[in-house]
């Protein structure tokens, strides 16, 4: 295995030690800020779904701000995001680059989204059920927690295993401020230093991660459905 | 002591008001519904009765009026009495609204959440509810598996779980065939005597309510045009909407169909003068009939003939075609007109 990698991917197995550091950088990026960003986007998917006008606990202000908000984030690419919040970044992680200073702007990137897709999984939610809940006396809270989110969990995973590998994608690019991770390391040997087994290392890495976390947020959604 | 147990003052709900989509769903209802009392409200689709229902549990709030349960307006509880009152009030829908994610169990015992019961006591109060709607061997079962009838029963039991003495049930039965619907209605019809809950059902088939009902509404528009025992709504109705629901609980329309398209079917000749005769429980007991055709000497011919017992009394509605001259028959029909039997001259003209 170890001639087999010298032999035809020497570039590879050069800087084996920086890919492997890279592996572990997109795991973590990933793992911190898509764990952040799950809290925030199921808070705000949640505070979407039921401020909206027909919703169980109309509130037109949050509701408006809220998405406007949204859209708007959503429309910065998310290059430009990074460079924009780099003041920001700078201001509550103390540095604007590096893995650390990368996980900001990811949040940032991530939470817009992930908001979306928790609100759409929640509007999937058959209304019949929560006016059911509502008919038995419960609370909103209680109706929030034990139907929408019980009920749209199914959907909730599916929109996070989206999210979660648009979140990868993200991480390659924040590589670009020195974030680290595997789109740093193609760009630097792939791209930079024309060490093309570099990058082909890079996309199979990234297309088995993706497969991984695809699959297992398949399987997870099929067990909930009971259908 | 007063029998009322749900009293509605001069209700109205409005939604988008002062905006130009504005709707008025419900217009000065008034109604009151006495304990055990099983309360029929029936409309087309787009009458407002589906909101009516609401606001007996104020899942929708009136806009003005006054909602009692039990003498207490519901209106004027603060938030956390009314959710509390509403655990007393169960409800049932058409599509059964059960929550996909939790087996039958699940959705039974949902209504007990946050209520300190022991686990005994959820146990055993499960054990009641799935013998009592014969669901025993579908605890562990998911909603997706079963079929619509053991779906409404879930729905019924969930509705009981917090041993309520209303329940109100929003076209429980539309989405299920007929044979299900009449096990649904004898299983409510049951709860109902058995354990003295009052029921309101809101429908749009007549038939539902004339298996169900001792007491109707007809609502149209939001307004309730028409209220009465059951068997006066369907003997005595005064609106062309409420005869027009009745028709449909009856073969008559098809009757009066065949009489337009092909009447020689039916042995009506031109010039013959087509009526419709309801009789109602004293007129049904009398030879109306062959009493008028001998004093005014013409021939009555029988072309469609319905008895049928409404809560319990019997109902006669008679297509007849008048063969004579004009002024026996006339006179005839004017008879009938100043006795208590309901007639309707379909075709005075005689041309089909």
Avoid at chain 1, 194 to 212: N, Q, S
């Amino acid at each position: 295995m170890q001639a087999f990698i010298e032999q035809n991917l020497p570039n590879v197995f050069r800087t084996q030690a920086e890919l492997i550091k890279s592996i572990w950088q997109t795991l973590e990026m990933t793992t911190i800020s898509g764990l952040i960003s799950a809290g925030f986007g199921i808070f705000f998917g949640v505070l979407l779904t039921v401020c909206k006008p027909e919703g169980i606990s109309p509130n037109k202000l949050v509701y408006q701000l809220l998405d406007k908000l949204i859209n708007v984030f959503r429309s910065i690419p998310f290059v430009i995001l990074i460079s924009l919040l780099m003041p920001l970044t700078r201001l509550i992680t103390g540095t604007a680059i590096g893995t650390k200073g990368a996980i900001f702007p990811l949040i940032v990137g991530t939470v817009p989204f992930f908001s979306r897709q928790v609100n759409a999984a929640l509007e999937e939610v058959d209304f019949g059920t929560v006016e059911a809940a509502q008919s038995m006396g419960f609370t909103t809270p209680q109706i929030i927690w034990s139907v929408y989110l019980r009920e749209g969990l199914a959907g909730i995973v599916r929109g996070s295993t989206i999210t979660i590998v648009n979140l990868i994608s993200l991480t390659a690019m924040a590589g670009t401020v020195g974030g680290g991770g595997l789109g740093d390391y193609a760009l630097r040997y792939g791209f930079q230093r024309r060490m093309y087994d570099a990058t082909l290392v890079t996309v199979v890495i990234l297309l088995l991660l993706v497969t991984v976390i695809q699959s297992l947020g398949n399987a997870v959604t099929r067990r909930l459905n009971h259908i | 002591m007063d029998n009322t147990h749900i009293k509605l003052i001069d209700v109205s709900k409005t939604f988008d008001a002062n905006t130009a989509k504005q709707v008025r769903a419900v217009k000065n209802v008034s109604l009151s519904v006495n304990r055990g009392e099983i309360y029929g409200i029936i409309g087309f689709s787009g009458a407002g009765k589906s909101t009516l229902v609401r606001l007996i549990n104020l899942l929708e709030r009136p806009s003005s009026g006054q909602v009692l349960i039990n003498g207490e307006d519901l209106t004027l509880l603060p938030k956390k009495e009314l959710l509390k009152r509403r655990k007393r009030i169960g409800m049932i829908f058409q599509h059964f609204n059960l929550m996909q994610s939790r087996t039958v169990e699940g959705n039974i015992t949902f209504p007990l959440r946050g209520q300190k019961l022991s686990k005994t006591e959820i146990a055993n109060r499960i054990d009641s509810l799935l013998k009592l709607v014969g669901l025993e061997d579908k605890r562990d079962s998911y909603p997706s598996q079963l079929s619509g009838g053991q779906k409404q029963r879930v729905g019924i039991a969930r509705a009981l779980a917090n041993d309520p003495d209303i329940i109100l049930c929003d076209e429980a039965t539309s989405a299920l065939d007929p044979q299900t619907t009449g096990d649904i209605l004898s299983l409510l019809k049951q709860l109902n005597r058995e354990l003295n809950i009052t029921i309101v059902l809101i429908t749009h088939q007549m038939s539902v309510v004339k298996e169900m009902c001792d007491r109707v509404a007809v609502m149209d528009d939001g307004v309730i045009i028409e209220e009465d025992s059951l068997y006066n709504i369907f003997s005595n109705s005064k609106h062309e909407i409420t005869r027009k629901f009745i028709d449909t609980a009856s073969n008559i329309r098809a009757a009066i169909e065949l009489l337009k398209t092909n009447p020689s079917l039916l042995g009506v000749k031109k010039g013959d003068i087509v009526a419709r005769i309801d009789f109602n429980e004293k007129s049904t007991k009398e030879a109306v009939i062959s009493q008028l055709s001998r004093k005014h000497g013409i021939n009555i011919s029988i072309i469609f003939g319905n008895v049928e017992t409404v809560g319990g009394l019997p109902l006669g509605t008679l297509l007849v075609a008048f063969k004579g001259d004009e002024d026996p028959v006339k006179n005839a029909i004017e008879d009938i007109k100043s006795s208590d039997i309901h007639l309707e001259v379909l075709d005075s003209a005689g041309i089909y």
